[in-house]
């Protein structure tokens, strides 16, 4: 794929992104301390976070981090809410044939099926309130027609908690025998 530069809008004249995911600074003329001073074109080196490559842009002497997959999306397919997937699961490809608009759930899905995401069920996520243990309990007592609120103060939780658990938002991996 030959390599294509456009300006990034908001910032033209600044910045321009190409199709295989490369930021630059234009050439521009500065004032300092010391006089005018010429500052060359150069390529904007990205950090890396949580995988995803980043660059500071400036713009009124004030740095803005932008995605560098955003950028690209930005300058060759405009903008949008929808997130933007890496088709071949590697986040550090920015270039313009590996990135697709797709919704939310389009992405999460996508993500599941290739098992770069896994959903952290039970004890595991890190807002659990429940042990296994207590869920199933709980899903006992309010089997047996006990009120949430009851249920919460004997577990020592919310009756929201409680809620979450009888509607299936929490905990829907654990069952009971029906009686």
């Keep these: 794929m030959e390599e294509?530069?456009?300006?990034l809008p908001g910032f033209e004249g600044l910045y321009s992104v190409s199709s295989l995911g490369a930021v630059k600074r234009h050439a521009r003329v500065l004032r300092?301390?010391?006089g005018i001073v010429n500052s060359?074109?150069?390529?904007?080196?990205?950090?890396?976070s949580r995988?995803?490559?980043?660059v500071n842009l400036w713009r009124d002497n004030r740095p803005t981090r932008f995605l560098v997959h955003r950028l690209v999306m930005l300058a060759f397919a405009g903008a949008s809410d929808?997130?933007?997937?890496h088709l071949n699961g590697d986040?550090?490809?920015?270039s313009l044939k590996?990135?697709?608009y797709v919704s939310l759930s389009e992405n999460t899905a996508r993500q599941h099926s290739a098992g770069r995401a896994v959903f952290v069920r039970g004890e595991s996520n890190g807002k659990a309130k429940l042990t296994a243990e207590s869920a199933l309990t709980a899903k006992q007592l309010l089997a047996s027609g006990l009120s949430s609120r009851l249920v919460g103060m004997r577990l020592g939780v919310s009756k929201g908690a409680i809620q979450a658990l009888r509607e299936g938002r929490t905990w829907g991996h654990i069952t009971i025998e029906p009686l």
Excluded: A, C
């Design 91 to 94: 986040k550090t490809d920015n």
């Design 82 to 85: 929808f997130s933007v997937d």
């Design 40 to 48: 060359p074109e150069r390529l904007i080196e990205p950090t890396l």
């Design 4 to 7: 294509k530069w456009k300006q």
């Design 51 to 54: 995988g995803y490559l980043l």
């Design 98 to 100: 590996n990135l697709e």
């Design 32 to 34: 300092n301390g010391r």
